[in-house]
């Protein structure tokens, strides 16, 4: 059966990948790929069934991290307007 590899290891220089693999076994939790054992959910990369729900699952990631990096960002802003507003210390 076929399955879609999801790789959602998300780093700025990493583009995301969904590869179709060919799954000998399949369990609620696992899958078997050339006799390995894999998760199906793991920090690296999930197995979808189809090619539209593992790609709907690399948007919503990735939007959810785009989210997290802009608040970083507005934090990062409003320090160096704190920063800029000190005065030396007296």
Known sequence: MKKYKARTSFRWNVKPEIEEVEVERETEHNVWINGRRHNKRSEY?????????????????????N???????????????????????E
């Open 67 to 89: 989210k997290s990096l802009e608040q970083r960002l507005a934090e990062g802003r409003k320090n160096i307007e704190i920063l800029n507003k000190m005065s030396g210390i």
């Open 45 to 65: 990369a999930n197995y979808y069934d189809s090619f539209d729900l593992a790609k709907n699952a690399l948007i919503h990631c990735q939007s959810s991290m």
